[in-house]
């Protein structure tokens, strides 16, 4: 029988739902069933999948960041052939799921569909090579509906430096920056997730608008690179973004991350629901509350912390916050009021900047040399 508290977060996420900053089903769905949403019935339980449409009811799902992830080991051309179809897939798969699932591109979108009773479905695209180098290939991701870039993944682009490849460039080179300015024009999110610690500074330093972490936990607790150190969190409150705390088991236990470097005799370590609460806690002392969300990476892994295994277990999570004194406002503001906030932020700068930039026609070459 699931706690008192577990129940009560229940109906807390009836009024105020989850908004997660990141899914991979769409690369799973591509590598199971091709895209075949009839093969991958999204509405049935019991599918091997993290995913689907029955647990995303029980977890108090509102809205969804589906990553049109590709990997970064792609030939650039290829890179972007697969993106687009990966974002051609959420359009099908919301429209095969209709009843269930709205397309969103906007905050008001949002909020439109979970009044009807829908899951947001909005789109994020997970590195850079998606783009290849190119302005026009940004703004047409835009046109499609992709409304986050996460500017690397695992390996550095031309103009920006991951988290989890050669230190390189360092950062974000000239076109790197401009890349962001181009994202603040449009309203795109700027998704400093898997960057390297310089780039998220330089980053911070160049956009105009909030920016996000999309599915990334506390380097003070977990010492991965793909995790967020304090300075940067630290500068969240005068950016206004926020980092969506991540689930992937070796980003919030220490323990296993030092197993994986070094492996001992002995089962190997397992992550806990309890990790994911010391990054809430961390992320939110050091950040503020007002800049803290959630983003599971389910299907983009094998396995979850034991408590959160599949996109059901967001109450386990926030009963888990209540009972160590985290408010009902605190809570609201965790499951999606923040992320809601930051992209209609996003918007507003948008048309601003709108009034006095045109689309950029920088090219690589002229500013990189």
Do not use: K
Not at 157 to 165: F, G, L, Q
């Amino acid at each position: 029988m699931p706690s008192d508290t577990v129940v009560q977060m229940r109906d807390l996420l009836l009024r105020h739902p989850v908004i997660d900053g990141h899914n991979d089903l769409p690369w799973d769905a591509r590598e199971r069933v091709a895209y075949d949403w009839d093969r991958l019935d999204i509405s049935r339980a019991g599918l091997p999948t993290h995913t689907d449409l029955p647990r995303l009811r029980a977890g108090g799902v509102g809205a969804q960041f589906w990553s049109v992830f590709v990997p970064s080991d792609l030939p650039p051309g290829q890179a972007l052939t697969a993106t687009l179809e990966q974002v051609d897939a959420v359009h099908a798969m919301t429209a095969r799921f209709a009843g269930d699932l709205a397309l969103a591109t906007s905050a008001g979108d949002v909020e439109r569909a979970i009044a009807q009773g829908r899951i947001a479905s909005l789109i994020g695209a997970e590195g850079g090579h998606s783009i290849d180098s190119s302005m026009g290939a940004l703004r047409m991701l835009f046109a499609l509906g992709v409304r986050y870039l996460t500017l690397t993944h695992n390996d550095n682009v031309p103009w920006a430096a991951s988290a989890t490849d050669d230190p390189g460039l360092g950062g974000l080179s000239a076109y790197g920056r401009e890349v962001v300015l181009e994202m603040n024009r449009l309203g795109m999110l700027v998704d400093l997730s898997h960057v390297s610690a310089d780039t998220m500074r330089d980053a911070l330093d160049t956009t105009q608008a909030p920016v996000i972490f999309s599915h990334s936990s506390a380097r003070a607790l977990c010492d991965h690179p793909r995790n967020v150190p304090d300075d940067v969190l630290a500068r969240l409150a005068d950016n206004g973004g926020v980092c969506m705390v991540t689930f992937v088991p070796y980003f919030v236990s220490q323990a296993l991350r030092d197993w994986d470097r070094e492996p001992t005799d002995g089962e190997r370590p397992t992550a806990s629901l309890a990790d994911v609460v010391a990054h809430c806690e961390h992320v939110r002392e050091v950040a503020g509350i007002q800049h803290i969300g959630l983003g599971g990476d389910y299907d983009g892994v094998d396995h979850l912390p034991d408590g959160l295994e599949d996109v059901s277990g967001y109450p386990r999570l926030l009963a888990a916050l209540a009972d160590r004194g985290w408010s009902d406002a605190d809570l609201a503001a965790l499951t999606g009021g923040n992320i809601l906030r930051v992209l209609g932020a996003a918007e507003r700068r948008a048309a601003e900047i709108s009034r006095t930039r045109g689309p950029s026609l920088a090219r690589i070459e002229d500013l990189d040399g």
